[in-house]
């Protein structure tokens, strides 16, 4: 049987201090291995030279910790599959909405959950002279008690506003996961305390990219008056913009389906003024409204 004796035959030679001595048995340390026989009493040394010891290839105390990069389009697929049948994907954004009338209790305040077919009226007719409807999506809306989340931190991928177990929140990382799963495109309408906070958020598969998830949102000024810039001119100026080129095909998707014609910028900014409209000056006169379109 061959023992190790871990014992190091080389010690250094005199005069040289610990840092030198260190560094010359890095490269010069020997270890002496001794042969034993059963069938003897003999027994025979060897010293075995050691290949040096290579320094380490990081230095985990200097290099500082590096974020996560994610993938955009993975998260998305992940998304899609967070429920197992589509009427479990909807009833995640109900619970978003009753979670927002109930964040506390408010004396005086009915809370109200609508939910209702997303339908235009198109411009051609039948042979009776009645124009023909389109039906775009669904809409969820639900006013709110107190301040909503603003979409600039509701829309964060992974973010949610319920900090501990039991806590009740609403448009955190389930309405992302349950906006993905339902369809390729969602938006996101909010009116946080008055008509000239208004907010647009946007969910699309269109938008993920390799190098990141990609959920904007936009703040507007829904005011009526003298010296009051329209809304409809505010995103008609902002998503004309090539930095927004993106964001404003998802908008002229829209406005296809509002319009029954091709890609139609214009048209699916009217139909989302058209639901600001309602959230600011038709939803019983509240001051914080949410819908999902």
Known sequence: AEVLDLTLSDQGSEGEDDAQSARRNFTSTEVLVKNESKSSNETHERNVRLRPIPAPRFNNDADAPKLTIVNGKGFWKSWTRSFKTTLLKLLDLIDNSVDGITTQYTPRFTGRVHIY???????????????????????????SPDHIVPLAEALVVHSTNKVDTGDIGENGVGLKQACAALCDLSFVLVKN???????????????????????PAFQFSNEKGRG???????????????KHEDVARCIALYGADVSGDDLNLAAGIDGICKHFDDICHNFYGNCHVFEVL
Do not use: H
């Not at 906070?197 to 938008?207: R, T």
């Not at 009051?228 to 090539?242: C, E, G, N, V």
């Open 228 to 242: 009051k810039t329209p809304l409809r001119k505010q995103m008609i100026s902002l998503f004309s913009q090539p």
């Open 193 to 215: 305390g008055s008509n000239a906070d208004v907010e647009l958020g946007i969910v699309a598969k269109s938008l993920q990219r390799e190098d990141g998830p990609y959920l």
């Open 117 to 143: 077919p997303d339908v235009y009226e198109q411009s051609t007719t039948n042979r009776k002279g009645k124009k023909y409807t389109s039906t775009t999506g669904l809409c969820i809306r639900n006013n």
